[in-house]
């Protein structure tokens, strides 16, 4: 009799496996959703810069992050705004005068436009510079001249981010390590 109910509870236990497993979906998709946000999230913080393989930027050991804006790019041969030609180096070297009129007139048009997007405050305009490292500084100083006589309050060197070894960080503030 015994053997009669033992035969009874494998028989339920074999139509209850029979059934086939089922998978829970709704945790797979929580988690897949939490991912997605997080990158989502995530990917908004960093600014992509135009790349060229013209213009290598000099190394800076700075900290701060670049915040959106207008983009000057300054090649051996070129000035460029938001990737527009703008102006030939030659022609803007040929010329007197510490304003780049060509330089001035684009970025006004870009400042027209930031009007029209509610930002109309002068100081909060913001240019990014982006030139070789090699460029001549009386170049440099009549493109930052030139952004400043268009109303841009804020100036900004694209610049390469370098790391500094704790040596030589001591050697540049002056303290021991």
Do not use: W
Request: proline share 3%.
């Amino acid at each position: 009799m015994h053997s009669l109910g033992r035969a009874a509870r494998m028989s339920r236990h074999h139509k209850r496996r029979k059934q086939g497993a089922s998978l829970n979906l709704v945790s797979m998709m929580d988690i897949f959703t939490i991912l997605v946000f997080f990158l989502l999230v995530n990917s908004s913080e960093v600014e992509v810069l135009p790349n060229t393989d013209t213009v290598q930027l000099p190394e800076s050991v700075a900290e701060t992050k670049p915040r959106e804006s207008v983009v000057v790019l300054v090649t051996d041969t070129e000035i460029l705004v938001q990737g527009r030609v703008i102006s030939r180096i030659d022609e803007v070297l040929g010329r007197e005068g510490l304003v780049i009129p060509e330089l001035r007139a684009e970025l006004v048009a870009q400042a027209s436009r930031a009007l029209l997007s509610g930002n109309t405050d002068a100081i909060d305009r913001e240019v990014t510079i982006m030139g070789d490292k090699e460029i001549p500084y009386h170049l440099l100083k009549r493109v930052m001249a030139t952004c400043t006589d268009a109303n841009y309050g804020q100036l900004s060197l694209a610049v390469l981010q370098k790391d500094l070894d704790p040596q030589r960080l001591a050697a540049v503030t002056g303290g021991g390590v």
